[in-house]
């Protein structure tokens, strides 16, 4: 659920199972940003929202439902990997990497994923770490072939 906070102006996503806000503001707002603006809008200043057109609006508040309604495993595994991702951004993209070295690399992620679910006393946060590098690795696969980018009309 979205709803329009009048304190700061902007849009915040309430997780559906409780009333506490899933994300403090929109991903357009400066504030969600590092390094963002951290005042709130003046009485008469107009926010990042409010100046969007209705029809941005409902597509914001579409694609905020849209991936609300994501399974909860299928969320929090996205979550996780893009936690791996943003861990790993010093390191560089991977539109340049062959697809040779991007298998190679699934196969030693997933004998990482391997080695920690064999351990007798499983460490969850490790293997969501690991699956995690195991699925980054097959997206970057899949990008790379440009199975990820939209079709173009036209």
């Not at 899933?22 to 107009?46: I, K, Y």
């Not at 941005?56 to 694609?63: P, S, T």
């Amino acid at each position: 659920m979205a709803d329009f906070c009048d304190t700061c102006k902007h849009w915040t996503l309430r997780d559906s199972t409780s009333e506490r806000p899933a994300a403090d503001h929109h991903p357009l707002c400066p504030r969600a940003m590092p390094g963002g603006v951290t005042r709130q809008p003046s009485h008469g200043e107009s926010s990042d929202m409010e100046q969007l057109g209705r029809a941005q609006r409902r597509a914001f508040i579409e694609d905020a439902v849209r991936l609300r309604s994501l399974r909860p495993q299928v969320r929090a595994f996205a979550e996780a990997m893009e936690a791996q991702l943003r861990a790993n951004d010093h390191k560089g993209g991977w539109q340049e990497c062959s697809l040779a070295y991007l298998y190679g690399r699934v196969a030693e992620e997933l004998e990482e994923l391997s080695a920690e679910t064999d351990r007798a006393e499983r460490d969850t946060a490790a293997v969501r770490r690991e699956a995690a590098d195991v699925a980054a690795f097959v997206m970057m696969i899949a990008d790379v072939c440009g199975a990820l980018t939209e079709p173009r009309n036209g």
